[in-house]
C-alpha cells in the first residue's frame, strides 16, 4: 500500500443522470425546487390521483473511471449522502421510496434501501457508511431508485445532492496549494464578513476559518485532491459542493442565499382585529361616558 492516503469526492447533480428507459413521463431530472427554501435540481418521482406506479433506475451518464479519478492502490468507497424530501396531499395514502445503488464494472455492489425523506420543506440527510472496496474494479456507476405510488391524492419525491467520498493511496507526497474563497450575498453581491468556511476531506476537516471584511479567507499548503467545501453563515442557507484543489492555487466563489423571514402565522391578523374589537368594546364607551357626565354646580351664599 502506497505511503499518503488522499480523498476523492464528488457530487452528483440531476444533469449528471441520464433519463430512466421505460418509465412513466412524470420522471423528471432536472426539477427546480427553488419554493421549498433550497434550490436544488432534483431527481424527482411524480405520481398524481390512482395512476400507475412511478418507478425509474438513474444512471450516470459518465461513470467513474476509477484509475483516473483515484490514481493509485487499495481505492475504497468510505460514505455516499443523499438529500431527501417528499411532498403528499393531506389525504394521501400511497408510498414513496427511494434506493442509492452503486455499481462496478456494471455489476451492482451495494445497495442502500429506504433513503429518508422529511416533509417539503425541510431536506434529510443521509450519510450512509459504505467501506467497500473497488480496486479489482475499472468503473464506478453511482444509481438511483426510485418509486412512487398514489392511491388517493398525489405524492412527488425528490432527491439532491447525491455525493460520494473514497479513498485510496499513493507513493508519491501530493503538491501543496493554496485555496482563496470569496463569499458573496446571492441577492446583494455584497461581501459576507465573519462567514465560516470549512474544507474537508470525507468526514474529516482539513482547514477551517472565517471570512474577513472582504469575504475572503485563504488556506495555504492544502494537498492537491478533492475536497467538499462547506460555507455557514447565521441568516443563509448553508453551502456544500465539491472543489478540485489543484496547484499552485485555486480561487472559489461562493454564493449564500439570505434565509427570507417566515410569513407571520395565520391567526395573528384575526388576534389583533379580535383585540382592537374588545378594547373599543371595553373602554371607549366608558371615556365617552365620563366625558357626558356634567360637573357639579356649587352655589355661594
Known sequence: MGTYRKIFSKEFLATDFKDPQDVPRLMRAPWRCEKYGHTPDCLTADDAWNTLACMGLWKLRSPIIINEMMPGQSQKVLTVSVLGQVETAWLFTGYAFSHIILAADGGEIFRY??????????????????????????????????????????????????????????????????????????????????????????????????????GIVEFHNVEEGSYSLRVTKSGFESLERSIEVLPPIVEYEAKLVPIPAPPPPWWLWPLIGGVAVLGAITIIPPLLKKREEKPPIIVVK
Open 113 to 214: 434501501e429506504n433513503l429518508s425523506h422529511d416533509p417539503a420543506p425541510k431536506w434529510a440527510e443521509n450519510p450512509i457508511n459504505v467501506n467497500k472496496s473497488i480496486d479489482t474494479y475499472s468503473d464506478l456507476d453511482v444509481r438511483l431508485f426510485q418509486r412512487a405510488q398514489a392511491y388517493t391524492g398525489w405524492t412527488r419525491i425528490h432527491d439532491a445532492h447525491i455525493k460520494i467520498d473514497c479513498e485510496y493511496y499513493t507513493d508519491i507526497p501530493p503538491p501543496l496549494c493554496d485555496v482563496r474563497i470569496e463569499v458573496f450575498n446571492a441577492e446583494t453581491a455584497l461581501p459576507i464578513d465573519r462567514a465560516r468556511v470549512r474544507i474537508k476531506a470525507g468526514a474529516i476537516i482539513i482547514r477551517d476559518d472565517y471570512t474577513n471584511v472582504d
